[in-house]
């Protein structure tokens, strides 16, 4: 069941984005050679607490952290721990924030230090993708018409969209329907209605599409090994244009 937020939920939709946002943002300048991934999930702990809300991914079934850091071909869901960031290492940071009974999702790659032109270049097609995406995120058309432009933009620049992982309806629950993948042909799929709060969340990666899973039971890396980039806002569907409930940094 897809669920279509009030006037009233939509306010504390806002109020959950704007924590989960300024969250990522803190997290994406901590990115810095010699930072450990430990550091950075101790400090959104500290400040989605600070802001009276609850990370929304800790515990999320056994996940044992505030925010998931994936370094240079880890695609999604790296465990923070040890590992001290290097000049040069892309670093993708996804972290969610749950207050007043409603969740804020969002997702960014960030460059630590000097990282090479193809690495910037993937952060670039991957942050693009999610804006071309999401210029069919309005009523009337159809989930899959976002994938399609998703796909279609990031292959047109020579790169391929993770197939295994989607984005996903958002509010009350972390994931609700619709599920919303970064591929496929448009027009298929349920109808976009204002109201709906969905995260759209291109997983791009520089090589082939293929993932593996890590023993760890979360990690999910590419095949070949090359790098992946991860965007992702939380959106409200409106008559126009859609609001961006985790507005990105300027
Ligand atoms: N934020 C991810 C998503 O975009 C989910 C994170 S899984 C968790 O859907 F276990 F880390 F919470
Ligand atoms: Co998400």
Redesign the pocket.
């Known amino acids: 069941m897809i669920t279509l937020k009030s006037a009233r939920e939509i306010e504390l939709m806002r109020r959950a984005g704007k924590i989960t946002a300024a969250a990522r943002a803190l997290a994406g300048e901590m990115v810095k050679p010699g930072v450990t991934t430990r550091e950075i999930d101790k400090a959104v702990y500290r400040f989605i607490k600070s802001q009276g809300a609850e990370p929304?991914?800790l515990n999320?079934?056994g996940?044992p952290a505030s925010v998931?850091v994936s370094v240079n071909d880890e695609i999604i869901?790296g465990i923070p721990g040890d590992r001290v960031l290097c000049e040069g290492d892309i670093v993708s940071v996804?972290v969610?924030a749950y207050i007043g009974g409603f969740h804020g999702?969002c997702?960014a790659t960030y460059a630590c230090g000097t990282i090479s032109a193809e690495a910037q270049r993937l952060i670039d097609v991957t942050r693009q993708s999610f804006f071309e995406g999401i210029q069919y995120a309005r009523e009337g058309c159809r989930v899959s018409d976002i994938g399609h432009a998703v796909q279609e933009y990031v292959e047109r620049n020579g790169f391929s969209v993770v197939r295994e992982y989607v984005g996903?309806g958002v509010g009350r629950n972390?994931?609700e329907s619709p599920e919303i993948p970064n591929y496929g042909k448009g027009g298929h799929g349920p109808k976009l209605l204002r109201g709906m709060t969905i995260?759209v969340?291109p997983m791009v990666n520089a090589g082939t599409a293929a993932i593996r899973q890590m023993p760890d039971g979360w990690t999910v890396k590419t095949a070949d090994g090359k790098y992946a980039a991860h965007y992702?806002n939380t959106l409200l569907i409106t008559a126009g244009e859609p609001e961006l409930l985790t507005v990105p940094a300027p």
């Open positions: 929304s991914f999320y079934n996940y998931c869901h996804d969610g999702d997702a996903h972390m994931h995260a969340e992702e």
